[in-house]
C-alpha cells in the first residue's frame, strides 16, 4: 500500500510520524487482495489543544474514511485505523450477506480473514448527525450530473434538471449502473 502523509496547519510531519503511521496502515493491508493498487492519503492536522487525522482510502468500489481528533497524534492514528477496521468489518458482512456471489467488492477482500462480529461495540451501531451541508443547486442534464458525481468522488449527486425543472439525485446502484430520483 503506497502512504502519503500530508501536514496542514501548524504540522509538519516528522520522520518518525511517517513511520509511525506507515507502520499503523501495514495493519489494514491483510484485508485486501491486491495492496499494490492501493493508496492511503492521510491528512494531519495540529491545533492548540488537539491533531486530528483524517485517512483516506479509495478502492475500486468504495472509499473507506476516517477522521479522529485527540489530544496526541499517536491515539488519534490509533483511533483513526479503528474506524478503518470497523468499515471494511461492516462492509464485508454486508457484502457476505447480500452479494455472495457478485464480484467486484466481494474480490477486494482477503477470505481467510475472519472477522469476530462479537467484538464490536454496540456503541459502533449508533449514529447520530454529525455534519450538515448547504448546497446551490445548479441546472444541469442528466449526463452533467453523472459527470459531476463522479468527480467528486460522491455515490450520489443532487442537481436542478434543466430540461424538467425538477430537483433530482443521481446515484450509483449496487449493480454499478446509475439510477435517478426526481422529486414531484
Do not use: W
Amino acid at each position: 500500500m503506497k502512504v502519503i502523509v500530508k501536514g496542514k496547519n501548524k504540522f509538519v510531519p516528522s520522520e518518525a510520524n511517517i513511520s509511525y503511521i506507515e507502520k499503523k496502515l501495514k495493519k489494514l493491508e491483510p484485508y485486501f487482495k491486491n495492496t499494490d493498487e492501493l493508496e492511503a492519503t492521510v491528512l494531519c492536522k495540529e491545533y492548540d489543544s488537539y491533531y486530528a487525522i483524517e485517512i483516506t482510502i479509495p478502492t475500486k468500489n468504495i472509499i473507506l474514511r476516517a477522521e479522529v481528533k485527540e489530544k496526541t497524534l499517536l491515539s488519534a492514528m490509533d483511533k483513526a485505523i479503528d474506524k478503518l477496521e470497523s468499515q471494511m468489518r461492516k462492509h464485508k458482512s454486508k457484502i457476505e450477506r447480500s452479494i455472495k456471489l457478485r464480484d467486484g467488492l466481494k474480490g477486494h477482500y482477503q477470505t481467510q480473514v475472519d472477522f469476530e462480529l462479537k467484538t464490536i461495540s454496540p456503541l459502533e451501531n449508533v449514529k447520530e448527525l454529525v455534519k450538515e451541508k448547504s448546497i446551490t443547486l445548479e441546472p444541469m442534464d442528466k449526463d452533467e450530473a453523472i459527470l459531476e458525481m463522479e468527480m467528486t468522488g460522491h455515490d450520489f449527486y443532487i442537481f436542478l434538471d434543466k430540461n424538467t425543472h425538477k430537483v433530482s439525485v443521481v446515484y450509483i446502484r449496487d449493480d454499478g449502473n446509475y439510477g435517478i430520483i426526481s422529486t414531484k
